[in-house]
């Protein structure tokens, strides 16, 4: 995956700060979060710096494994964090700096998704709970390929589906309710697009 020069086929997004007014959510997309020169460099070495990693999960008593690669990162001082998981690494630890600076929140877990390309995406689903709590706050970067980000509401069919194409350099907070009565997913895409690196910081707290 040798992608460095395509940084410049990525595009950034235009709208800077942006409030939706969706009902039992709290959604903010802010473009630009990051400068293209600072999402070209983010992107290149997250790419190639990161031990990917395959994933898999049990579904209905089968095993499937996902279509995208994952890493994870997580503070060793988390109580039940594997203390031979990787360390942060210089990138990591700056872009969760200016994402903790933005929320005025702290975060001690991170899982990175590799999106390959059209062929990789993840159906509809809400976080899991059970590390979280029930109304987790999700602060999710993007860097490379744009990508499609869609909700829908669990509940009531009546309020349309939101639409929200997730650019180079982009950053989305989902807090409040929103995985409580929200759906997300990325679609997959006939289309021929570029990998895509996709950060969601947490915080983990596990009962142990």
Do not use: C
């Amino acid at each position: 995956m040798t992608l460095f020069n395509d940084t410049e086929l990525f595009t950034t997004g235009l709208e800077g700060k942006k409030v939706f007014d969706i009902p039992d959510s709290e959604l903010i997309l802010i473009d630009n979060f990051f400068t293209k020169e600072e999402s070209d460099r983010f992107y290149e070495r997250l790419l190639r710096k990161t031990k990917w990693r395959e994933y898999e999960m049990e579904i209905y008593d089968k095993i499937y494994t996902v279509p995208r690669m994952i890493s994870w990162y997580e503070d060793k001082d988390n109580p039940g964090a594997d203390p031979k998981g990787p360390d942060w690494n210089y990138e990591l630890l700056t872009i969760r700096g200016r994402v903790e600076k933005e929320t005025k929140m702290d975060f001690n877990t991170v899982l990175l998704n590799l999106y390959r390309d059209g062929n990789d995406g993840v159906g509809w689903h809400s976080d899991k709970e059970h590390n979280t709590g029930p109304n987790p706050v999700i602060a999710s970067v993007t860097f490379g390929e744009t990508r499609i980000f869609r909700l829908r509401h669990k509940y009531n069919k009546e309020i349309p589906q939101v639409e929200i194409p997730l650019h180079h350099g982009s950053f989305l907070l989902m807090a409040g309710t929103t995985n409580s009565f929200w759906q997300h997913q990325v679609p997959k895409t006939a289309r021929k697009v570029l990998p895509r690196i996709n950060l969601t910081f947490r915080q983990t707290h596990r009962n142990v």
